[in-house]
């Protein structure tokens, strides 16, 4: 998979996440924690809940269902009932322009 542009870095605020489609058909959340950019599966792996209407607190994206959560930099579980990572993608800032690509980690689910 190759680097694939989604966004403009302006377009997610600090402590912000943006929902993304890559390849047209693969869900990606890119979560803004600070200035660093981070990107997940979109879909948790409890259910199929978008983690994107979720609740970012610092490095932490709740889901928005039964109060699972994930650590979005290394996309491992952190509150159950979550228990397999999510997959992550590399993100890439570029003249104010983000990329998103390779799979960094793909989960088992
Ligand atoms: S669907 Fe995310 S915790 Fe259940």
Redesign the pocket.
């Known amino acids: 998979m190759s680097f694939t542009r989604v966004c403009q870095s302006s377009e997610i605020p600090q402590g912000g996440m943006r929902r993304v489609m890559i390849e047209d058909r693969t869900p990606v959340t890119i979560y803004r924690v600070g200035d660093e950019f981070f990107a997940t599966s979109d879909y ?1 792996t ?4 978008s983690l994107s209407e979720g609740e970012l607190k610092g490095d932490i994206i709740e ?1 928005p ?4 959560a994930f650590n979005c930099r290394t996309g491992e579980p952190v509150e159950a ?2 228990v397999v990572p999510l997959t992550r993608y590399a993100v890439e800032a570029r003249d104010g322009e983000l990329f998103v690509g390779p799979l960094q980690y793909e989960s088992a689910a």
Not at 46 to 49: Q, V, Y
Not at 65 to 68: E, K, L, R, T, V
């Open positions: 948790c409890h259910g199929i809940a889901c269902f039964h109060g699972g009932p979550c």
